[in-house]
């Protein structure tokens, strides 16, 4: 093999090249069955696998926990464990030849049904294969060699004809159980920050609609208009060299060099707004979908973006919150002027109309406070799931040969 051919990143002990060949020559094809949904029953001995259960699912292998639809029990050729089924058509381009692993079917009766390619190692690691499946390469060759216009599809032939360099099978073990593990703990952790994201989500719609309250807040909350709330700052830079701030829907108000989009700004920045520390900016083409938040710095923000500046005795936090309500999208959506929602645009003028409730300075902060704890946790459980994939290696023992 070629010097340019050797992968950059190996385990140690590795040094072996990898072999270049065909997909094919370590593969043979099993029997598939054309069984659509209508041959499923509620109960049988026999399960089987169709190309709509690969789409569906985010997990892409089947062990003794997952569950696949029932059949009549017939002459079939089964699945074994390490066997792999792909999905050969789909009306996605990107999902043509989605893989499923076999990778734990021991007392099962399994078999590759409607529009799959069932294959079975004649040596190597399943689990290996299953990220080859998934892997950038090999999706961009199936896009490619797959045909169809509203439905695109793949065969075996052409499967089996994907060139490819493979590491010796105990090379494939060591790399099939870092990518395994990593899948593991992003579902992991992925499921701790679902939980948060939920008791947010409910928290912020009890407390707003003031079914939960803190002890010792017992004062009904008052009604008042934006416009009694927040004034327009309408201040251009004047010749200051400030930070470039851009609103987003999930992070709000961040330095615009950390979203990697071309700069298509003016050089020219006197007309641009600025934005001060406890300002809430917002984007008035996409308020309605909760582009909107509460700058923690100094710096300044298109000329399309409209910047609020809180009235005395706020807690403007609390305010950054209240507006990523559904309800209160809703208003702005419903106060936004144009025709189409790629022309609704909501200015100060029409959101400072719009009524909201709300409690006093103490019970502002008590909200804030608690919403911001949870802020703060959801962050660590990112951080930790990314300190998690960082180090991996301690499991891997991986290198890497420059």
Partial sequence: M??????????????DPWEQRKLGEGLKQLKSYSLPRKYEVPESDTEYIHYGDIHTSSRKYVDKSFRLPNIKSGDFQLLQTGD????????????I???????NIKGRKVVSGLHTIAIRLKCGDPVYYLYLFLSPGFRHYVYKVGTGLKVFGINYDKVQKYF???????????????LFLTDQLIAANQSKLEQLKRLKKLLMQKIFNQEWRFKGFTDPWEQRKLGEIFEERKENPKGQTLKMLSVTINSGIV????????DN????KSNYKVVHANDIAYNSMRMWQGASGVSNELGIVSPAYTVLKPRVGLDVRFWGYLFKLTKMLQEFQKNSQGLTSDTWNLKYKQIKSIEVTMPSKNEQNAISQLLQ??????AAN?????NNLLNIDNYSRLSINA
């Avoid at 330095?255 to 071309?262: G, I, T």
């Avoid at 700004?265 to 020219?268: A, H, I, K, T, V």
């Avoid at 704890?373 to 959801?378: M, N, Q, R, V």
């Fill in 255 to 262: 330095d615009a060099n950390v979203l990697n989009r071309k």
């Fill in 84 to 95: 792999i089924v792909l999905a050969d058509a789909s009306e996605d381009y990107k999902e």
């Fill in 382 to 386: 990112l951080r930790q799931r990314l």
């Fill in 373 to 378: 704890k949870l802020d703060f946790s959801i």
């Fill in 97 to 103: 030849a989605e893989p499923m692993l076999m990778k």
């Fill in 265 to 268: 700004s003016n050089s020219n």
């Fill in 164 to 178: 490819l360099a493979v590491p010796d099978e105990k090379e494939q073990k060591y790399i099939g159980k870092i």
């Fill in 2 to 15: 070629s010097e340019e051919k050797q992968p950059k990143i190996r385990f140690k002990g590795f040094d």
